[in-house]
C-alpha cells in the first residue's frame, strides 16, 4: 500500500509536455559572382573588389612618360600599345563546376584611334571569349592593352587632351 | 524478377538519371557578369633618335654606339695637326683656319611624331661644357655652346633621317689632352 502511495506522487510531479515539429526547407541555390581585383603588376583599380571597377591608364603618349602600372610594350611606325594588369576573380558557390568560361566584350564601339585587347583578345561589342577554364576562388591575372594610332586628330587618330572612357563587359559562364 | 520488380528497377533508375542530371545541370551554365571602365587622356608626343648614316664606316661617317636610341656615343679616335686622325671613318681637315684642323663625322637624326597634327619641327644643339680656349664645336658649321641652345633647323620633316655633321676644330697651341663633350639635341615640334 505505501508502494503503490509513492508511484502515485510521483506522477503527479511530471510537469506536463507537448511536442511539435517544423519542417523547414531551404532551397540553396547555386551560383557564381565575377569581382576586379587591382593586380600587383598593374595599376590600381577604384571600387577595387567589386563588380563594376575603375581602371584610369593616366596620360598615355607613343614616347612620353607613363603611370605606374602601365607599360608600353609596342612602339609602332602606325601605333603603339599601352598595357595594364589587372585580376578577375570568380566565385561559385552550390555548384559542382569545375572551372569557367570568361568573355568580354565593348559596351560600344571603341572610340576613335582606339583598340582594346584582354590578353590576346581584340573586343568588339560581341563577346568574345578570354579563357575557357578559369579557375574558382583564384585571382587570374590577365592584360588590358590599348593600341592607339599615333595618327593626328581628325586624321584618325583619338582625340589629345581631354579624358576618353569606355566600358567593357564581362561575364562568367560556370563550365 | 516479377513484372513489379522490374518496373521498380527501372524506376529507381530513372530516379538516380534525374538526380545525377539535376547535379550536372545545378553546376554549368550559372553566369556572374562584371563591367570595368577604362579611362586615359592621350598627349601628343614626339621622339628623337640618333641613327648611322647609311654611309656608315665610309670616310666622314663614324659608327655610333647604340645607334637607333636617344642616347648615343660617337668615337672619333685620336688627332694631332700634323698626323691627321687614328680613324679612316674620321675626315679630316687641315687648315681649316689660321692653324686649326678639324675631324668630324655624320650621322643621321630622326625625330617621329605621335598625336600631333604638328608639320614639322626645329632643331636645336648645347654642349655639355665650355670647350677650353682654341677648341671650337659644330653641327652643320654651326658653333655650339654650353649657355644655351643654338638652332640648327627651323623646319625638319618628321620621320626623314637629316643628316648631321658634327666637328672639332682644334688650334695649334691647344695642349694634348681628352676632348669630351655631351652634346644635347632637343627637337620642339612646330
Redesign the interface.
Given at each position: 500500500m505505501a508502494a503503490l502511495m509513492l508511484w502515485s506522487a510521483a506522477l503527479f510531479a511530471q510537469n506536463p509536455t507537448a511536442t511539435g515539429t517544423i519542417n523547414a526547407t531551404l532551397i540553396n541555390k547555386s551560383g557564381i559572382s565575377l569581382v576586379f581585383d587591382s593586380d600587383p603588376g598593374g595599376v590600381a583599380l577604384g571600387n577595387n573588389g567589386s563588380s563594376t571597377a575603375s581602371l584610369n591608364f593616366g596620360v598615355i603618349s607613343a614616347f612620353g612618360p607613363l603611370a605606374a602600372g602601365v607599360t608600353r610594350p609596342v612602339v609602332g611606325a602606325n601605333s603603339y600599345t599601352v598595357r595594364t594588369l589587372f585580376d578577375v576573380q570568380v566565385i561559385q558557390a552550390g555548384s559542382t563546376s569545375p572551372n569557367y568560361t570568361l568573355t568580354a566584350q565593348l559596351a560600344a564601339a571603341a572610340p576613335t584611334g582606339f583598340a582594346y585587347a584582354v590578353d590576346a583578345v581584340t573586343l568588339t561589342t560581341a563577346a568574345q571569349t578570354i579563357q575557357t577554364n578559369g579557375t574558382y576562388g583564384t585571382d587570374v591575372q590577365h592584360s588590358l592593352n590599348l593600341t592607339v594610332s599615333t595618327a593626328a586628330p581628325g586624321a584618325g587618330g583619338p582625340a589629345v587632351g581631354t579624358p576618353i572612357s569606355a566600358t567593357i563587359n564581362f561575364t562568367a559562364t560556370s563550365n | 524478377m516479377n513484372m513489379n520488380d522490374r518496373i521498380g528497377v527501372w524506376r529507381s533508375l530513372f530516379v538516380a538519371c534525374s538526380c545525377l542530371w539535376s547535379?550536372?545541370a545545378?553546376?554549368?551554365?550559372?553566369?556572374?557578369?562584371?563591367?570595368?571602365?577604362?579611362?586615359?587622356?592621350?598627349?601628343?608626343?614626339?621622339?628623337l633618335v640618333f641613327q648611322d648614316n647609311p654611309a656608315v664606316g665610309t670616310n666622314g661617317f663614324c659608327p655610333l654606339t647604340n645607334s637607333g636610341t636617344n642616347n648615343v656615343g660617337l668615337d672619333l679616335g685620336s688627332a694631332s695637326f700634323t698626323g691627321g686622325d687614328s680613324l679612316t671613318c674620321v675626315a679630316f681637315i687641315k687648315n681649316v683656319g689660321a692653324g686649326f684642323y678639324q675631324v668630324s663625322s655624320a650621322f643621321d637624326v630622326v625625330v617621329?611624331?605621335?598625336?600631333?597634327?604638328s608639320p614639322n619641327y626645329r632643331l636645336a644643339a648645347q654642349i655639355s661644357a665650355a670647350p677650353p680656349a682654341n677648341v671650337t664645336w659644330l653641327i652643320n658649321n654651326i658653333a655650339l655652346t654650353n649657355s644655351a641652345f643654338t638652332q640648327l633647323d627651323a623646319t625638319d620633316n618628321y620621320?626623314t633621317p637629316i643628316t648631321k655633321t658634327l666637328q672639332v676644330q682644334v688650334k695649334n697651341p691647344v695642349p694634348a689632352q681628352v676632348l669630351q663633350e655631351t652634346i644635347t639635341f632637343l627637337a620642339t615640334a612646330n
Amino acid at each position: 500500500m505505501a508502494a503503490l502511495m509513492l508511484w502515485s506522487a510521483a506522477l503527479f510531479a511530471q510537469n506536463p509536455t507537448a511536442t511539435g515539429t517544423i519542417n523547414a526547407t531551404l532551397i540553396n541555390k547555386s551560383g557564381i559572382s565575377l569581382v576586379f581585383d587591382s593586380d600587383p603588376g598593374g595599376v590600381a583599380l577604384g571600387n577595387n573588389g567589386s563588380s563594376t571597377a575603375s581602371l584610369n591608364f593616366g596620360v598615355i603618349s607613343a614616347f612620353g612618360p607613363l603611370a605606374a602600372g602601365v607599360t608600353r610594350p609596342v612602339v609602332g611606325a602606325n601605333s603603339y600599345t599601352v598595357r595594364t594588369l589587372f585580376d578577375v576573380q570568380v566565385i561559385q558557390a552550390g555548384s559542382t563546376s569545375p572551372n569557367y568560361t570568361l568573355t568580354a566584350q565593348l559596351a560600344a564601339a571603341a572610340p576613335t584611334g582606339f583598340a582594346y585587347a584582354v590578353d590576346a583578345v581584340t573586343l568588339t561589342t560581341a563577346a568574345q571569349t578570354i579563357q575557357t577554364n578559369g579557375t574558382y576562388g583564384t585571382d587570374v591575372q590577365h592584360s588590358l592593352n590599348l593600341t592607339v594610332s599615333t595618327a593626328a586628330p581628325g586624321a584618325g587618330g583619338p582625340a589629345v587632351g581631354t579624358p576618353i572612357s569606355a566600358t567593357i563587359n564581362f561575364t562568367a559562364t560556370s563550365n | 524478377m516479377n513484372m513489379n520488380d522490374r518496373i521498380g528497377v527501372w524506376r529507381s533508375l530513372f530516379v538516380a538519371c534525374s538526380c545525377l542530371w539535376s547535379l550536372t545541370a545545378a553546376g554549368q551554365g550559372q553566369t556572374g557578369t562584371a563591367q570595368l571602365t577604362i579611362t586615359m587622356t592621350v598627349q601628343s608626343s614626339i621622339s628623337l633618335v640618333f641613327q648611322d648614316n647609311p654611309a656608315v664606316g665610309t670616310n666622314g661617317f663614324c659608327p655610333l654606339t647604340n645607334s637607333g636610341t636617344n642616347n648615343v656615343g660617337l668615337d672619333l679616335g685620336s688627332a694631332s695637326f700634323t698626323g691627321g686622325d687614328s680613324l679612316t671613318c674620321v675626315a679630316f681637315i687641315k687648315n681649316v683656319g689660321a692653324g686649326f684642323y678639324q675631324v668630324s663625322s655624320a650621322f643621321d637624326v630622326v625625330v617621329t611624331k605621335a598625336n600631333s597634327s604638328s608639320p614639322n619641327y626645329r632643331l636645336a644643339a648645347q654642349i655639355s661644357a665650355a670647350p677650353p680656349a682654341n677648341v671650337t664645336w659644330l653641327i652643320n658649321n654651326i658653333a655650339l655652346t654650353n649657355s644655351a641652345f643654338t638652332q640648327l633647323d627651323a623646319t625638319d620633316n618628321y620621320a626623314t633621317p637629316i643628316t648631321k655633321t658634327l666637328q672639332v676644330q682644334v688650334k695649334n697651341p691647344v695642349p694634348a689632352q681628352v676632348l669630351q663633350e655631351t652634346i644635347t639635341f632637343l627637337a620642339t615640334a612646330n
